[in-house]
């Protein structure tokens, strides 16, 4: 999802603070929560567009779910709800992510298979995209029973497709 010009606004001017008070890592935690919070549970989204509640109920239902908030995601909230933003509290997380993920080099791999990965086959990728970046890397296990088995390798805009039935289509290419 794009986010709004002004998530992007709160999330540098969040991001600036949290790297001068080196809480730059607590507050991703923070945002962290809040995405997947918003992922999870579609009644958080809901909550937080309803404008039949209240900003003060909203406020303290947010600082409610995660106890460990930092003082500086606590300030972010309020100051969204004294603006009435409050309804791209996600967008901001999104933002801040993608600043903290790009300050901090880190990517994203994706390794879809058939079956769950094993945490050995895991350590094994991150050991091997560790050898040609320099970046840390988060691996995602997507289960698509379609590839038959084998797997496809999603990383940094590339993709190595090992999957058998990537190899059944070659042989039947050749084929005909």
């Not at 995601?73 to 903290?100: E, Q």
């Amino acid at each position: 999802m794009k986010e709004s010009r002004a998530a992007i606004r709160y999330a540098k001017a969040i991001f600036s603070l949290a790297n001068e008070n080196d809480m730059s890592s607590r507050v991703y935690e923070d945002m962290l929560f809040y995405i997947n919070l918003s992922s999870n549970e579609k009644s958080f989204s809901e909550m937080l567009a309803n404008s039949v509640i209240n900003t003060k109920s909203k406020h303290d239902i947010i600082l409610s779910l995660n106890n460990n908030t930092s003082v500086l995601s606590k300030n972010l909230i309020g100051l969204l709800i004294s603006n009435k933003r409050l309804s791209i509290l996600v967008d901001v997380c999104n933002a801040y992510k993608s600043l903290y993920e790009t300050a901090n080099d880190m990517t994203k791999a994706v390794v879809v298979t058939a079956v769950p990965i094993t945490n050995s086959i895991k350590e094994a990728a991150l050991t091997k995209i560790s050898s040609i970046s320099s970046k840390k890397v988060e691996i995602n296990n997507v289960i698509d029973k379609n590839i038959l088995g084998g797997f496809i390798l999603r990383y940094d805009g590339k993709e190595y497709n090992a999957s058998l039935s990537n190899k059944l289509q070659k042989i039947k290419k050749e084929l005909i």
